[in-house]
């Protein structure tokens, strides 16, 4: 059994019937079914793109977590006055 992701499911029949009707109707992912399996997420714009940021800071902390040296006596201290 696949685990439904959304509030919302359309099947591609529908999606392809009224796609700009279903964007309207809600600003939630809607899943896309495919024989009662979701097959893709149509997801508004602004949500997607705060997933992409919310990637992207994920990403950035990774980096930042492998350049902080493991031993703490490593660390310097520095004033942003004196930069």
């Known amino acids: 059994m696949h685990q439904l992701l959304a509030n919302y499911a359309v099947t591609i029949s529908e999606l392809k019937k ?3 009707k279903i964007i309207k109707e809600t600003n939630e992912p809607v899943a896309i079914l495919n ?3 979701p097959t893709a997420y149509l997801i508004p714009s602004e949500i997607y793109e705060n997933m992409l940021n919310l990637i992207e800071d994920y ?3 990774k980096i930042v977590k ?3 040296p493991y031993n703490e006596n490593e660390l310097i201290e520095v004033n942003i006055d004196e930069l």
């Open 18 to 20: 009224s796609p700009t």
């Open 59 to 61: 990403e950035l902390s």
């Open 35 to 37: 024989h009662n399996k």
């Open 66 to 68: 492998d350049r902080i």
